[in-house]
């Protein structure tokens, strides 16, 4: 399975973004889908993450500003970034865990995308 993210960029403090990524593969069907960050140096830490029934969950530092949805039709997550904070800039993953056609699961990393908050 195969993860393509996109949307990161450059925006000013006070901003927003939405970061999408798509699964691509022989994939039967996906469970969890979420986008974490990583600075470096540090560990990769989850921002938000959504169910294959719809239920979210996210880190207190981004609750209320971010939005986590997906489109299982598209095999896609997306991350809707609000009121972003410098604290923000760093890299974001997208996770994806599932089922292959054949039955095997699967966890499959994005290759990262920049955001950074900056005036």
């Known amino acids: 399975v195969q993860l393509q993210a996109s949307g990161g960029g450059l925006v000013q403090p006070g901003g927003s973004l939405r970061l999408s990524c798509a699964a691509s593969g022989s994939i039967s069907s996906i469970n969890n889908m979420g986008w974490y960050r990583q600075a470096p140096g540090k560990q990769r830490d989850l921002v938000a993450i959504i169910t294959g029934g719809g239920s979210t969950s996210y880190s207190d530092s981004v609750k209320g500003r971010f939005t986590i949805s997906r489109d299982n039709a598209k095999n896609t997550v997306y991350l809707q970034m609000n009121s972003l904070k410098p604290e923000d800039t760093t890299v974001y993953y997208c996770?994806?865990?599932?089922?292959?056609?054949?039955?095997?699961?699967?966890?499959?990393w994005g290759q990262g995308t920049q955001l950074t908050v900056s005036s």
């Open positions: 996770n994806t865990i599932g089922w292959l056609v054949g039955g095997r699961s699967f966890n499959s």
